[in-house]
């Protein structure tokens, strides 16, 4: 059995590793943001590369964000085009289902579009919605998303928003 000497040392050397593993983790957690947060200076370039989706030329209002989460990142992407464009873009990420008209939901329990000073397009009446996960009907250009939800909201002259929410 080992002195009272040793004993003293083996609990001081103990209780010290336990205090730095302990103080470490508190030092990065408080300069660390809570999740979910907003990734600063991410927006549409970051998002359209995500998702592997082409901005049309032209498209005005465009507008992307990336919110950070523990599991997995959330990106958004939306911006306004001519309403032939909109569809095609929903068509290119092969939905098993065309898009079709969605009964108006409820808001999500966080702001997502809301984020981006938009409505959430699921509460907008009208807008078409398509979901698809690319992994799931081999799009091999989309390997890194797990799934993405499309809406089209029709405007006035020949305009639509297109919505694009990816994790």
Excluded at 31 to 46: I, N
Excluded at 63 to 82: C, H, I, K, R
Aim: hydrophobic letters at 40%; glycine letters at 6%; proline letters at 8%.
């Amino acid at each position: 059995m080992p002195d009272k000497t040793t004993r003293r040392l083996l609990m001081v050397l103990a209780a010290s590793l336990l205090l730095s593993s302990c103080s470490t983790s508190d030092r990065d957690r408080a300069t660390r943001d809570p999740y979910p947060y907003w990734e600063q200076g991410a927006g549409a370039p970051e998002a359209a590369d995500f998702m592997k989706v082409d901005v049309p030329a032209g498209a005005m209002e465009v507008n992307g964000a990336v919110q950070a989460n523990p599991q997995e990142d959330v990106y958004l992407l939306s911006f306004v085009t001519d309403a032939n464009t909109a569809v095609q873009i929903a068509e290119d990420l092969r939905t098993e289902k065309p898009l079709r008209i969605k009964a108006v939901d409820l808001p999500p329990d966080q702001e997502l579009f809301g984020h981006l000073g938009l409505p959430e397009p699921q509460t907008l009446k009208g807008a078409r919605w398509a979901g698809v996960c690319p992994p799931c009907v081999k799009d091999h250009r989309r390997n890194s998303v797990q799934w993405i939800d499309v809406y089209v909201h029709d405007m006035a002259g020949g305009k639509a928003r297109v919505y694009l929410h990816a994790f």
